[in-house]
């Protein structure tokens, strides 16, 4: 063996535990594709939860179901403690002006430095002239300690066992966080590190999981991941590596337009009823039996989605306290994109937040050494990275 080998290998710290999360990386996004097959041979499918990443993600990061986290999706009726009541005035101006992508960012951005809000927050297109009903559940960071709404999050263990660790800045992009965590690396001074990688959701709502662009990005994913493993190996004596996601992605093949449908009914939007349209569900607040009644009609005559009772919320652990992110939740089959919604107007290839029955609901876990504890949900990711942490 060459001596500076020798000397780097006396130098290195003993274990490290890197968790790379991939968005959107799922089991049947997977299927038929070799990703890092040499390098993590044990790999197992995992079942989603209910909710789009608004809600898996904090189920990662705490190992609770969305009704105990209590984050699922972004927007719930509240109007006693909206704060979005200033917003209420742009409804007055013209929706070709303010309902521009860029528009919306723009002030998406702002209220979130106003409110100092320190979580992802995106206005979509909820409608200005009904923003003063909701609230919106992500205004904290997930991704520091005190980050969750309900419970604990990882980094509320770490911080408390007093465990060096990594964390990559979801703001940043995947090239950044990359750098930084190999920065970190070359200290040897952290024992757990997470990275997080968001960009594949996207291009697999873009292009859909059969695109060769997909490949291309899985690609790119294995070199730097491999860039990583060589720095990380360089400084550690042993690097267990976990690659994980939280939902999959299903391929759209009807869209179904249940705002009209609904507003076909002629109720009063705010007076007989409240509605958000997300790209998967509709959530129905009632003002009255009236409309309560009407709308559950006709939503039992919609043959793409069905009523999720409250059994199976429960079951799905999305029972909230006050029905909070919902009186009735409609939810379609997999495969349809509720469109327009208050989540986007334009048609896509890709779209995830079916039930998580559903093949392509199933999220991923890849590793290079058996993972501990038998994961079998996206939750137990919150006691694999406590596990191999030791917080
Ligand atoms: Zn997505």
Not at 86 to 114: C, E, H, Q, T, Y
Not at 146 to 162: P, S, T, V, Y
Request: charged fraction near 20%; proline fraction near 5%; charge should be neutral.
């Amino acid at each position: 063996m060459r001596s500076d080998l020798t000397l780097m290998n006396n130098d290195q710290a003993p274990t490290i535990s890197l968790v790379v999360f991939i968005d959107a990386l799922g089991w049947e996004v997977l299927k038929g594709r070799r990703f890092m097959e040499a390098r993590l041979p044990f790999r197992r499918k995992l079942r989603s939860v209910f909710g789009f990443s608004s809600a898996c993600i904090p189920s990662i990061l705490t190992g609770l179901m969305p009704r105990e986290h209590r984050h699922w999706s972004f927007f719930y009726y509240s109007p006693k403690t909206s704060p979005f009541k200033p917003l209420r005035l742009l409804g007055w101006l013209p929706r070709s002006l303010v309902d521009r992508g860029r528009v919306r960012n723009a002030i998406s951005k702002l209220i979130k430095r106003l409110y100092r809000y320190t979580g992802y927050f995106q206005l979509y297109n909820i409608p200005f002239k009904y923003v003063d009903k909701f609230d919106y559940c992500e205004k904290k960071d997930l991704f520091v300690p005190g980050g969750m709404n309900g419970g604990e999050n990882i980094f509320d263990h770490l911080q408390r066992a007093g465990i060096p660790y990594h964390v990559s800045d979801w703001r940043q992009s995947e090239a950044i966080n990359l750098e930084s965590l190999k920065a970190d690396l070359s200290q040897g001074k952290i024992a757990f590190a997470l990275l997080y990688m968001a960009s594949m959701d996207a291009l697999l709502h873009e292009v859909g999981k059969g695109s060769p662009q997909v490949d291309q990005k899985l690609a790119w994913y294995e070199t730097q991941l491999e860039e990583v493993m060589r720095v990380a190996e360089a400084h550690y004596a042993q690097v267990r590596l976990f690659v994980c996601s939280d939902h999959g992605m299903a391929t759209i093949h009807t869209q179904l337009d249940l705002m009209s449908k609904i507003e076909g009914l002629g109720l009063t939007f705010g007076r007989d009823y409240t509605a958000t349209y997300d790209s998967t569900m509709g959530r129905f607040w009632f003002h009255n039996q009236a409309a309560r009644e009407r709308i559950g009609a006709l939503l039992e005559q919609v043959p793409q989605g069905r009523i999720l009772r409250q059994p199976e919320l429960q079951q799905l652990g999305c029972d909230f306290v006050g029905d909070q992110f919902g009186e009735l939740i409609f939810l379609v089959d997999a495969g349809v994109l509720i469109l327009p919604s208050h989540m986007g107007l334009k048609p896509i290839t890709g779209m995830h937040g079916y039930h998580p029955d559903d093949p392509d609901s199933n999220a991923s876990l890849l590793s290079n050494v058996e993972p501990p504890n038998d994961p079998q949900s996206i939750t137990d990711m919150f006691h694999l990275m406590r596990a191999e942490s030791g917080a």
